[in-house]
């Protein structure tokens, strides 16, 4: 992604912001991990967005009055702690990457945010209205540095009316540039190469994280060091639990695996399901089951279009797997599916894994989705998705991971050599 791209993101939120305003997003900070090790920082989503800065404790003012200013707020580079753990981003670089232009150190915050909202100040911008990243999830753990930051604004400035910028950004997300699609694209392409590997070294009696290695050295291997969650490798009945994780069982001569996996390219992450035969051949039963999931995967990727709604694509899912369950005499009723098939037919993808929508937009073109129906039949020991990364475009959807083989014969082939 170039500095254009950025300041065109950003440029495009303000537009948004209503006049005699600003918006305040953090970076986020390290959680520490033990007593001499942090976990791996993941920068806030929204924030790399709009500047591609990929640093803990950073801050982008944006200030909308008679015209748009940008500000970015930075940690200044300590030479005896660099030693220990590297330089961080200096002012140049910074500018480089993001094309903001007015970078200060972190204590300027403070007296920025105090310049732009007292009155008395020769420089203030009679700013009525902060716009910040308001997310809020179900964990009760969760921090959100925006809230956070609410609170204590609230405090210092009452007259201040705070507006939450989380569904603006979250809005211009999901209409991915083409500059985003080719990192997902790339993200998927090294995964065709690593689930090949996977084919090609599967056998009977290793266990699941013996197999999810011929996945992890590819990736590395082709440069994405990270994958897009926690892999998925579930052989036999753990198949049919929805998000296991704990890939040690031991794959038997006979039964299926499934994989649901992904890496990410500057963060933007591919989301992959297949499921195959661990000796290298389906038997007959796990080719019908196999067979309904498949057609409900390709219908589905050619029912896509601008227009519809999350509740049409999942109803239309649901019709299919329904058809296919009667047929196999697994169900009478259409209620019964859920038995068998529990969640929803896909989300959105891009910066992140969930992507985050707005549910209630009808699908349009830019939009980057998963279609990913299921069966899990766990009397049967059999668990089965197929999972594909789809653009929709003005005609309909165009299926980005169509090289990543799903067909019976193509599998078995693919395995036997």
């Not at 390290?30 to 924030?47: A, L, M, R, T, Y």
């Not at 709009?50 to 404790?57: D, F, P, S, V, W």
């Not at 940008?70 to 702690?81: A, K, R, S, W």
């Not at 753990?85 to 007296?111: Q, W």
Request: glycine share 6%; with cysteine; net charge negative.
């Amino acid at each position: 992604m170039n500095q254009q791209e950025y300041i065109r993101r950003r440029q495009l939120f303000c537009e948004k912001m209503k006049e005699k305003s600003c918006a305040i997003f953090f970076s986020g900070r390290v959680f520490q991990k033990s007593g001499d090790q942090d976990f791996p920082f993941e920068v806030n989503k929204n924030f790399y967005y709009l500047t591609g800065i990929n640093q803990a404790h950073v801050i982008l003012l944006l200030v909308k009055t008679e015209e748009m200013k940008e500000y970015l707020f930075i940690e200044e580079n300590d030479l005896e702690q660099a030693k220990w753990v590297g330089m961080k981003l200096t002012k140049e670089e910074a500018h480089i990457i993001s094309g903001i232009s007015s970078i200060e150190y972190l204590p300027i915050f403070d007296k920025k945010i105090y310049s732009l909202f007292n009155p008395s100040r020769k420089n203030c911008e009679e700013i009525e209205n902060l716009y910040l990243d308001l997310e809020r999830r179900e964990d009760l753990d969760y921090l959100n540095l925006g809230v956070a930051f609410s609170q204590k604004f609230k405090k210092d400035y009452p007259e201040v009316h705070i507006e939450n910028a989380y569904p603006k950004v979250i809005r211009l997300r999901m209409n991915k540039s083409s500059n985003e699609v080719k990192k997902i694209q790339e993200s998927i392409d090294v995964t065709k190469v690593a689930l090949e590997n996977v084919m090609k070294n599967l056998k009977p009696n290793l266990y699941e994280y013996q197999v999810e290695t011929f996945f992890d050295s590819q990736i590395k291997y082709h440069g994405q060091k990270d994958t897009s969650f926690t892999t998925i490798c579930a052989t036999g009945k753990n198949a049919t639990i929805l998000h296991y994780v704990k890939n040690n069982t031991k794959t038997k001569d006979g039964d299926l695996i499934l994989f649901d996996l992904g890496c990410r390219t500057d963060f933007y992450i591919s989301d992959i399901s297949r499921t195959y035969p661990v000796n290298g051949h389906f038997t007959e039963r796990q080719k019908q089951i196999y067979e309904i999931v498949l057609d409900c995967n390709k219908k589905c990727i050619a029912f896509l279009k601008p227009g519809l709604t999350w509740d049409e694509y999942n109803q239309y899912a649901n019709s299919i797997l329904i058809a296919g369950l009667k047929r196999l005499g697994l169900i009478q009723k259409d209620e019964e599916f859920r038995k068998y098939y529990w969640h929803s037919i896909g989300h959105s993808i891009g910066l992140d894994t969930h992507d985050p929508d707005l549910r209630k937009i009808h699908f349009f073109p830019g939009m980057v989705m998963t279609v990913e129906p299921g069966l899990y039949i766990e009397e049967e020991g059999i668990g089965i998705r197929i999972e594909d990364n789809v653009l929709i475009t003005e005609d309909g959807a165009i299926n980005l991971s169509h090289d990543i083989i799903k067909e019976i014969d193509d599998i078995e082939n693919m395995m036997q050599k």
